[in-house]
């Protein structure tokens, strides 16, 4: 939903933003860091985004590992996906370890795809927010995701994901998974600031053993606002199919831009043609045929 106190940056269906305020919180870009490498899947993130956005812990489904959902929902939009491999070397297992929810992209897919008024909002600093009193329920935002994030209610026909805590950051707290993590596996704070304290994180590992760990922070969608540490940042898909290079649908790109703008055009032509044949024949008669 809409926050009041964070300034709008674009706005779905919207053809330019209008702000609705600003505070002094939200006066720069803002980024959650998930270090994977020290993440011990406790889950606590789960129940704290679950508490503050109202939902129930829902009964769990058990299905040969330690996830609680086999994905995330409507009301679940936060989850510690599990992924156990067998390592490169052939050594033995892996357990990778990845928080999945909304990655609130700098160039987000589902706004460009979102053909309803004020539905989707993205602030000035960077996060991506439903407003479920818009939403058409048309689904186009989950086309238009890379990252397969938004969910629908069948119940309301309406979308929902994670907020990244608008209206908590737009009070100048931290995001309530951030607040719960017990081993610092989650941080909070600028971009500049998060994204120099992962390459100091990639580095650290690089220097014990993982060559190719790194930040992950995808340029196909103009980057994220929460980013990861991974060890093996070459190779993301290991981390239950986080996409490599993800990128907004070519057919969102197409109907949003080229598409639109032919349609227009034709609408356009369309029109000025009805009106010239108004203008040079005049309106059409109708004879009425002779009674009998």
Known sequence: MANDNLQIKAISAHPGAVASGASPESSYEVCKLIDTTTCIGCKACEVACLEWNGYEFRETTFDNTYQTMPDTEWNYWNLIRFSEREKDDGTGLEWLMRKDQCMHCADPGCLAACPADGAIVQYENGIVDFNQEHCIGCQYCVTGCPFNIPRLNPSTKTVFKCSL????????????????????????????????????????????????????????????????????????????????????????????????????IGMIFGIAGVLTHYLRVGPKDVKQEAKR
């Open 165 to 264: 805590c608008s209206d908590r950051v737009g009070a100048g707290l931290e995001p309530a998974c951030v607040k719960s993590c017990p081993t610092g596996c989650l941080h909070f704070g600028s971009k500049e600031d998060m994204k120099f304290e992962a390459e100091k994180r990639s580095k650290q590992l690089q220097a014990n053993g993982f060559p190719d760990a790194g930040v992950y922070d995808p340029a196909g969608v103009g980057g994220t606002h929460v980013i990861y540490v991974l060890h093996d940042a070459k190779n993301p898909e290991k981390y239950s199919g986080l996409p490599k290079n993800p990128t907004i649908p070519i057919m969102v790109t197409l109907w949003k831009h080229p598409l639109k703008w032919l349609g227009n």
